[in-house]
């Protein structure tokens, strides 16, 4: 009966009992969190377990009461448990390091705005603000925090602009509304920036699908470049659907561009192979003064292997382009020239044997051969048909030597006798004309033609003698002439021997030009080698060449039809690139004429001014007397267009000069900090300033990047080393917390206040927030020590009076009052025994607790006793007594 008279009161029936016994817990009861677990948790009454849940401090059991009790008001009590512990107005609660941990990680927004608008630790509300995304709760902690480093940092935590608007026409904190105006400045700056690239967007996509249209030049891929570029500096933002359009229309114009280089690059190859052409043309040029005639008959071989060769190198070649006419006649001429060269050669070399025969005889041997024999036939073909191209060999030259008969002796003898005459002083007859001296001129000439088988001049040196005869009959000449007529005779059918097959050759070559056309271009220089070749042929007596002639003629009119359509047209086009180079130089000047120099855009200029002579280049062919106009008009343009360039260029290299110089200048300042700031504005200004010619710009900005980049590093070796100077301070003052003992309670007050001086002496960095707590921890540790000095004393002093105290042998009725007084002011419970005796205690002092409306400490109260109780300390104590004396005195500073 009376053990459930005495259980404890948080074990009462009644709910209130059960609230004031919660109440009634000291902390420093071992019991305390477990009894206030068991309330909180299976109390069957909500009020007790709301009660409980605002004293506990366990996270974990305060978070399920929250989201498990079934009452409201038991949650808010448990939420409220939660705020407060984590804004460090609950004394049980954890330390500093712990709640900053813990507000760090929590995502509860109720949490978060108590500890924001009632932690007395500035570090927990800027810690709980940066977690906080309520724009309305920002709002108010930036009008009504606490502190200006709160406000400003629950403004800098708001971007939704109309929460800005608002907190601008609330607030009063200078500084927030500094940051307001700012932040919203900054976001109408970047609408006004948006609207802009949407605009250029728009302007871009204009003029890309009117650049798609338009006729392609060399300026236009470098235009494209540009319009792509400038796209991309807009299309961060862009929808779907226009970046679409733009990729739509950039790639219709990269299709031309494409189109363009597939064009360039035949071109160069057509290039290569009209130098290969060129090339090969040069090589049989130069082959001429190769050769050399003691060595040609070896030479055959090599010689048409080249000739194979330079065959091979034109054909391949012309498969790629076309040669052009005249340089593809020549090449075939020579070529053809070459060709029966070699065949020259070769029937030289079959005939060499008898013709060493014929140059190692005597001469009236060789004579008699060459009248009846056909080595002397085929020496005189040889000789009369040795192509220009070969040098004539010694062995040829030696058996014309004797073949070609001498001078007779009465022909010889009255120039003889007149050279004699003449040397002797003798006057030469009277009866000697101009006339006749220009007969002998002719005759002598006549006789030195034949002699050389040049039918040619021989033919027309005898009709001029002839003629002259005619006028001025002279017996003994016209014996001379009668005497070389059958040398001219002989020559003559030797021509028609060999030049006349030719002739039916040529003209059968002719016919078949028009059976079988070229393309016009080698259609009219095969024409003109013919024509040369027949007229290589001719002699003087047309009568005998006029029959093959008119047939030649007829043939080579009906071939030269087909050209005359293809030059028409060619002629058109020549016309044709000559506007088309007109028109780019109207291009260039209203280009010029209308540019904003001010406002250009110099990249894409420089870029026009280099590929504009290209395409003025590549507008082939023009006739050059026609073309001579427009090119001096559009070498005017190109200088006044690289004027202007350059006129920029250098406006704009002084400004980077300038620049240049004040960063190199910056170099030599003592306060890095400022230089530093310097040369960041110059940056800016750097890339604020005007365009500068490549190489110019490479040069100055080198300079400028070297001496930026030289104060950076500056910078850079400065901080570092700073940096390096607090990791040192931050590893001493470590090791002075780490050496640092905890407080002792036996420690003396001298000794506490060493220890907050040398606490307060280690230096910290600044920024090393975690240190500084941790050494204001220990300071406040110090200090609670210290201040709890004189409660510690007064303990060992009633601890003292307590062991001073003599031994009894057993305890009287003044001892156990004393026990059952000392405990319960100590408000410690009493052993069983002992409970009658401390009710009726309690009830004897009833009267005098309810006249005393404030808290007596415990301490002061066990001291109270003690000394009004000093007798029975006198009279002795037993052990048991002396035990719960001493156990009651020291619960008390618990």
């Known amino acids: 009966m009376l053990g459930k008279l005495f259980k404890p009161r948080w074990q009462h029936a009644n709910a209130?009992?059960?609230?004031?016994?919660?109440?009634?817990?000291?902390?420093?009861?071992?019991?305390?969190?477990?009894?206030?677990?068991?309330?909180?948790?299976?109390?069957?009454?909500?009020?007790?377990?709301?009660?409980?849940?605002?004293?506990?401090?366990?996270?974990?059991?305060?978070?399920?009461?929250v989201h498990q009790d079934p009452d409201p008001s038991v949650r808010a009590a448990a939420a409220d448990r939660i705020n407060r512990l984590l804004a460090g107005?609950?004394?049980?609660?954890?330390?500093?390091?712990?709640?900053?941990?813990?507000?760090?990680?929590?995502?509860?927004?109720?949490?978060?705005?108590?500890?924001?608008?009632?932690?007395?630790?500035?570090?927990?509300?800027?810690?709980?603000?940066?977690?906080?995304?309520?724009?309305?709760?920002?709002?108010?902690?930036?009008?009504?925090?606490?502190?200006a480093a709160l406000r400003i940092a629950a403004a800098e935590q708001i971007t939704d602009e109309d929460s800005l608007r608002q907190l601008q026409r609330d607030g009063r904190d200078k500084k927030v509304l500094q940051h307001v105006r700012e932040q919203l400045r900054q976001y109408q700056q970047v609408r006004d920036a948006a609207e802009s690239r949407r605009q250029t967007r728009e302007k871009l996509i204009s003029e890309l699908s009117q650049h798609a249209?338009?006729?392609?030049?060399?300026?236009?891929?470098?235009?494209?470049?540009?319009?792509?570029?400038?796209?991309?500096?807009?299309?961060?933002?862009?929808?779907?659907?226009?970046?679409?359009?733009?990729?739509?229309?950039?790639?219709?114009?990269?299709?031309?561009?494409?189109?363009?280089?597939?064009?360039?690059?035949?071109?160069?190859?057509?290039?290569?192979?009209?130098?290969?052409?060129?090339?090969?043309?040069?090589?049989?040029?130069?082959?001429?003064?190769?050769l050399d005639a003691d060595t040609l008959i070896d030479q055959a071989g090599s010689l048409r292997a080249l000739l194979d060769t330079q065959q091979r190198r034109w054909d391949e070649a012309c498969a790629v382009a076309d040669a052009e006419p005249d340089l593809a006649n020549r090449f075939q001429t020579l070529l053809s020239d070459w060709r029966q060269a070699l065949d020259t050669l070769l029937a030289f070399q079959a005939a060499q044997d008898s013709l060493t025969a014929l140059a190692e005889g005597t001469e009236a041997t060789a004579m008699e051969a060459a009248d009846t024999g056909a080595a002397a036939l085929n020496a005189r073909t040889l000789h009369d048909t040795w192509p220009a191209l070969l040098p004539r060999p010694t062995l040829?030259?030696?058996?014309?030597?004797?073949?070609?008969?001498?001078?007779?002796?009465?022909?010889?003898?009255?120039?003889?006798?007149?050279?004699?005459?003449?040397?002797?002083?003798?006057?030469?007859?009277?009866?000697?004309?101009?006339?006749?001296?220009?007969?002998?001129?002719?005759?002598?000439?006549?006789?030195?033609?034949?002699?050389?088988?040049?039918?040619?001049?021989?033919?027309?040196?005898?009709?001029?003698?002839?003629?002259?005869?005619?006028?001025?009959?002279?017996a003994s000449r016209a014996a001379r002439l009668e005497k070389l007529r059958p040398q001219l005779s002989e020559l003559r059918d030797w021509h028609a021997f060999a030049a006349e097959p030719k002739k039916q050759q040529l003209c059968e070559r002719m016919e078949a030009l028009?059976?079988?056309?070229?393309?016009?271009?080698?259609?009219?220089?095969?024409?003109?080698?013919?024509?040369?070749?027949?007229?290589?042929?001719?002699?003087?007596?047309?009568?005998?060449?006029?029959?093959?002639?008119?047939?030649?003629?007829?043939?080579?009119?009906?071939?030269?039809?087909?050209?005359?359509?293809?030059?028409?047209?060619?002629?058109?086009?020549?016309?044709?690139?000559?506007?088309?180079?007109?028109?780019?130089?109207?291009?260039?000047?209203?280009?010029?004429?209308?540019?904003?120099?001010?406002?250009?855009?110099?990249?894409?200029?420089?870029?026009?001014?280099?590929?504009?002579?290209?395409?003025?280049?590549a507008l082939q062919p023009v006739r050059f007397t026609d073309a001579r106009d427009v090119g001096r008009r559009f070498s005017a343009l190109l200088t006044r267009f690289s004027e202007q360039l350059q006129a920029a260029s250098d406006e704009h290299a002084a400004q980077l000069e300038q620049l240049t110089v004040e960063a190199e200048a910056l170099l030599g300042q003592e306060d890095l900090r400022r230089a530093t700031e310097q040369a960041?504005?110059?940056?800016?200004?750097?890339?604020?300033?005007?365009?500068?010619?490549?190489?110019?710009?490479?040069?100055?900005?080198?300079?400028?990047?070297?001496?930026?980049?030289?104060?950076?590093?500056?910078?850079?070796?400065?901080?570092?080393?700073?940096?390096?100077?607090?990791?040192?301070?931050?590893?001493?003052?470590?090791?002075?917390?780490?050496?640092?003992?905890?407080?002792?309670?036996?420690?003396?007050?001298?000794?506490?206040?060493?220890?907050?001086?040398?606490?307060?002496?280690?230096?910290?960095?600044?920024?090393?927030?975690?240190?500084?707590?941790?050494?204001?921890?220990?300071?406040?540790?110090?200090?609670?020590?210290l201040a709890a000095q004189p409660r510690r004393a007064l303990v060992q002093q009633l601890l003292a009076d307590i062991d001073s105290a003599p031994e009894a042998d057993e305890a009287c009725d003044a001892q156990r009052t004393l026990a059952v007084a000392l405990e319960v002011s100590a408000d410690v419970p009493s052993p069983d025994d002992a409970r009658e005796e401390r009710m009726r205690w309690q009830l004897e002092q009833l009267p005098k607790a309810m006249k005393q409306q404030q808290t007596v400490d415990r301490l002061k109260a066990c001291a109270e006793q003690l000394t009004a109780q000093q007798p029975v300390l006198g009279s002795g104590l037993a052990p048991a007594i002396r035990q719960r004396l001493r156990s009651a005195v020291q619960a008390c500073v618990r």
Not at 542 to 554: G, L, N
Not at 750 to 776: K, N, W, Y
Request: net charge negative; proline share 5%.
């Open 16 to 65: 209130d009992q059960r609230l004031r016994a919660i109440h009634e817990l000291a902390p420093q009861d071992p019991q305390r969190t477990q009894i206030l677990t068991t309330l909180a948790r299976g109390d069957r009454a909500a009020e007790v377990r709301a009660a409980a849940a605002s004293h506990l401090s366990d996270f974990k059991l305060l978070d399920q009461l």
């Open 89 to 147: 107005l609950a004394s049980e609660g954890p330390g500093l390091d712990n709640r900053l941990r813990l507000v760090r990680l929590t995502a509860n927004p109720e949490a978060l705005a108590f500890v924001a608008r009632h932690s007395p630790d500035s570090v927990c509300r800027l810690a709980a603000v940066e977690r906080i995304r309520d724009p309305h709760l920002l709002r108010e902690l930036a009008v009504q925090g606490e502190d």
């Open 213 to 290: 249209t338009r006729t392609p030049d060399a300026l236009y891929g470098a235009r494209l470049t540009q319009l792509c570029q400038q796209w991309q500096a807009v299309a961060e933002d862009a929808d779907p659907q226009v970046q679409q359009a733009f990729e739509d229309q950039a790639a219709r114009c990269q299709a031309v561009v494409d189109e363009l280089a597939r064009a360039r690059e035949a071109q160069e190859r057509q290039a290569a192979a009209r130098a290969e052409q060129q090339a090969a043309l040069a090589q049989l040029d130069a082959l001429h003064g190769a």
């Open 396 to 474: 040829l030259t030696q058996v014309m030597a004797r073949l070609t008969p001498a001078p007779s002796t009465d022909a010889a003898a009255p120039h003889k006798r007149s050279a004699h005459a003449d040397a002797k002083g003798q006057t030469r007859p009277r009866s000697r004309t101009s006339e006749q001296e220009a007969l002998d001129a002719l005759l002598g000439a006549l006789q030195r033609e034949l002699r050389q088988r040049n039918l040619r001049h021989a033919n027309r040196l005898c009709h001029k003698a002839e003629a002259l005869l005619a006028e001025h009959p002279d």
């Open 514 to 617: 028009c059976e079988a056309p070229l393309d016009p271009e080698e259609q009219a220089n095969a024409i003109q080698a013919l024509h040369d070749e027949w007229r290589s042929l001719m002699s003087s007596d047309q009568d005998s060449d006029q029959q093959s002639w008119d047939r030649f003629k007829a043939a080579s009119d009906r071939a030269y039809e087909p050209c005359r359509a293809h030059f028409r047209e060619l002629d058109a086009e020549r016309q044709a690139n000559l506007q088309k180079r007109v028109a780019l130089c109207d291009q260039l000047q209203n280009l010029l004429d209308s540019q904003d120099w001010a406002h250009a855009d110099y990249p894409a200029l420089l870029d026009i001014r280099r590929k504009a002579p290209e395409e003025f280049k």
């Open 680 to 785: 960041k504005a110059l940056q800016q200004r750097w890339k604020q300033a005007g365009w500068v010619m490549p190489q110019q710009y490479r040069s100055l900005h080198k300079r400028f990047r070297k001496a930026c980049d030289t104060l950076f590093n500056r910078q850079k070796d400065e901080r570092q080393a700073q940096q390096a100077d607090e990791a040192r301070l931050r590893d001493a003052a470590r090791e002075v917390l780490d050496c640092l003992d905890p407080p002792d309670d036996a420690a003396d007050a001298e000794t506490l206040r060493a220890a907050v001086r040398e606490l307060e002496a280690v230096d910290i960095p600044r920024r090393d927030t975690s240190l500084q707590q941790r050494r204001q921890a220990l300071i406040a540790r110090y200090r609670e020590q």
